[in-house]
């Protein structure tokens, strides 16, 4: 009967270690997600639904890069290599490759068996 009793509060203390380890871990989303939430929720109520947070919360400056001029030539050539660079990797990317296989496959058959014959026909002759 000691046994049991003993097992019981083993298995009661290592839950209760395991619990006190895991809990934060598995509430710190949580605070992330409600965070996240209650930012959302102030945007929509202040900014999207009424205009009465404009003066507390200021919209974010725009960052955006608009340039109508490149920096220098080397930048150009970069952006023309970049750019066929990634053309190249589409195409690559763009090939059935099983399909390729298959037709690569069909025709080294055709030509194996036009060479056996030839082979076989040649053999003939000889003898």
Same mark, same amino acid.
Do not use: H
């Given at each position: 009967?000691?046994?049991?009793?003993?097992?019981?509060?083993?298995?009661?203390?290592?839950?209760?270690?395991?619990?006190?380890?895991?809990?934060?871990?598995?509430?710190?989303? *949580?605070?992330?997600?409600?965070?996240?939430?209650?930012?959302?929720?102030?945007?929509?109520? @202040?900014?999207?639904?009424?205009?009465?947070?404009?003066?507390? @919360?200021?919209?974010?400056?725009?960052?955006?890069?608009?340039?109508?001029?490149?920096?220098?030539?080397?930048?150009?050539?970069?952006?023309?290599?970049?750019?066929?660079?990634?053309?190249?990797?589409? +195409?690559?990317?763009?090939? @059935?490759?099983?399909? +390729?296989? *298959?037709?690569?496959?069909?025709? *080294? @058959?055709?030509?194996?068996?036009?060479?056996?014959?030839?082979?076989?026909?040649?053999?003939?002759?000889?003898?």
């Amino acid at each position: 009967m000691g046994g049991r009793i003993i097992g019981f509060l083993a298995g009661v203390t290592v839950s209760g270690i395991a619990w006190t380890i895991a809990e934060p871990v598995m509430t710190m989303p *949580l605070m992330f997600v409600s965070t996240g939430l209650q930012e959302a929720k102030d945007q929509i109520d @202040n900014r999207i639904l009424s205009d009465k947070g404009i003066e507390k @919360n200021p919209q974010p400056p725009n960052r955006r890069v608009t340039q109508l001029t490149r920096p220098s030539f080397l930048e150009t050539c970069k952006d023309y290599w970049n750019e066929e660079l990634i053309k190249g990797v589409n +195409w690559v990317y763009s090939i @059935n490759w099983y399909q +390729w296989g *298959l037709d690569a496959d069909r025709k *080294l @058959n055709k030509l194996t068996d036009k060479l056996t014959k030839s082979i076989a026909e040649a053999g003939k002759e000889g003898k």
